[in-house]
């Protein structure tokens, strides 16, 4: 059975007999289902009967289902009712916007709007940089999507993906006090998008674009950063590849190897695959392979795409050709950001000594970790339920934060390598070992360094 989760975590209301016996009964049979019981509460006693709330956590929605048919088969017990946690968390949203400046008084509404705003607006129009230091813009940022490619989702439309992006905006304001809203636009034409985008630009600092599929995002992204005075990020692309970037460096830290001189492949041409092979050679990678579902991209392959084309001309200098299983041989790195199950456990054994595995599809990774772990010396996932979880929320808020404070227009891949070398330094020599190669996402000194990172502080660049 797959491992337990908040993400399925339940409460069961039980009616019972009036016998506090039923709680450590209650407690076993859930825990003998497989689920784990995180809270038991008595909401009332009586003489008649107890009312109990049970919260435990299951692996997927059958097990919750599980969980709860097993406790109501259990003798006096009544499962009055069933609330799901994840649903209930989610009820009426998770952001808000909420005023700065106290509105009590007459006085407080006159600065604040009118008439006292007008001389602000004033300033602006005969000094349009001070928009940045006197409204909002400073530290906004817009999450844009078109629902086209959520993660481990796929094509779910700009409404069903709009819990995603609030999500993404809490994020922000969690680890980076950035001011950030949900842009879900009713369009996947490129053309719609570029102009939504470059339209609502004016009241950001920044444009994060998030799960719009590939190889349009590409196009989006590149138009956007044209016409846009301000940074545009698609966090799928480059947040995934600092990520990326920060763990190898760790984990080629701990086997005691080179960028430069390993062999490395990555699973995938999309766009997480396409910026982390970008990235990789822009840090020094000499020898990286980037594999698809027809095998490995080569430059004598005159059937690809423009875009894997394009790839293919910067990689695989030695033109190997075949399947993922046969240029994974002798090869000291494997990155996944492609399927599940594609990558057998078995096939590690032909990698180089001390393999590292970076399996990174979501939710299903390419190759179970805890069967990697066996036969590799440094495994990474996207999950959270194993070691070394490769997550953007590393990147984003302290990417953002370096770019609202420096006032940036863009973003270089010379700030991509700072931020990347700025986690990966979070872990210090002590911490380092191969089940732990990137920090915590709590860690509150992986925001501020990469913020540093990005603004080129002198003293991130020692």
Not at 115 to 126: F, H, K, L
Not at 221 to 229: F, N
Request: hydrophobic content about 45%; some cysteine; aromatic content about 4%.
């Amino acid at each position: 059975m797959a491992a337990t989760t908040s993400s399925y975590s339940i409460t069961m209301r039980l009616h019972t007999a009036p016998d506090h016996g039923v709680v450590g009964t209650v407690a076993t049979t859930i825990t003998e289902c497989g689920g784990i019981v995180t809270a038991i509460d008595v909401a009332e006693s009586r003489h008649d009967r107890l009312v109990l709330d049970v919260t435990c956590s299951a692996s997927d929605s059958n097990h919750s289902e599980e969980l709860v048919a097993a406790v109501a088969e259990l003798d006096g017990v009544e499962v009055y009712k069933v609330s799901d946690r994840t649903f209930l968390l989610h009820i009426g949203g998770k952001i808000e916007v909420n005023s700065k400046v106290p509105l009590r008084t007459r006085d407080d509404l006159s600065m604040a709007y009118t008439p006292g705003v007008g001389r602000v607006s004033m300033a602006i129009y005969n000094n349009p940089a001070d928009v940045s230091r006197l409204t909002i813009k400073g530290n906004s940022v817009a999450v844009v999507t078109d629902g086209s490619a959520v993660l481990g989702l796929g094509n779910i439309g700009p409404g069903a993906a709009l819990p995603v992006m609030e999500g993404k905006a809490a994020l922000f304001k969690r680890f980076a006090n950035i001011d950030a809203w949900p842009i879900c636009l009713a369009s996947q034409d490129t053309d719609e998008i570029v102009k939504a985008v470059e339209m609502i630009a004016p009241g950001f600092g920044g444009i994060n674009l998030e799960d719009i599929a590939a190889p349009r995002c590409f196009e989006i992204e590149a138009r956007l950063r044209e016409s846009l005075d301000i940074p545009v990020f698609h966090d799928d692309q480059h947040g995934t590849a600092i990520v990326v970037l920060a763990a190898l460096t760790n984990a080629l830290r701990v086997v005691k190897k080179d960028l430069a001189g390993v062999r490395l492949v990555v699973s995938g041409a999309g766009a997480a695959g396409t910026a982390i092979v970008t990235l990789l050679l822009a840090a020094g990678a000499d020898d990286v392979v980037v594999v698809d579902r027809f095998g490995a991209l080569s430059a004598d392959d005159e059937t690809l795409s423009e875009a894997h084309a394009e790839l293919a001309s910067v990689t695989n200098p030695r033109r190997a050709t075949g399947s993922l299983q046969e240029v994974l041989v002798d090869a000291d790195v494997f990155v996944g950001v492609s399927a599940p199950g594609i990558l057998k456990p078995e096939w590690i054994d032909d990698m180089a000594t001390d393999p590292v595995v970076f399996a990174l599809a979501n939710p299903d990774p390419e190759v179970d970790p805890a069967e990697a772990g066996k036969r590799a010396a440094v495994v990474a996932s996207g999950r959270s339920d194993y070691p070394n979880q490769i997550n953007n929320v590393l990147a984003f808020p302290g990417v953002f934060r370096g770019l609202l404070d420096a006032r940036a227009s863009e973003i270089t891949i010379d700030m991509l390598l700072r931020a990347a070398t700025a986690i990966a330094s979070v872990v210090t020599d002590e911490e380092l070992n191969p089940s732990f190669i990137i920090p915590s996402v709590f860690n509150a000194d992986v925001p501020k360094a990469v913020a540093a990172a990005i603004r080129g502080d002198k003293t991130t660049q020692a």
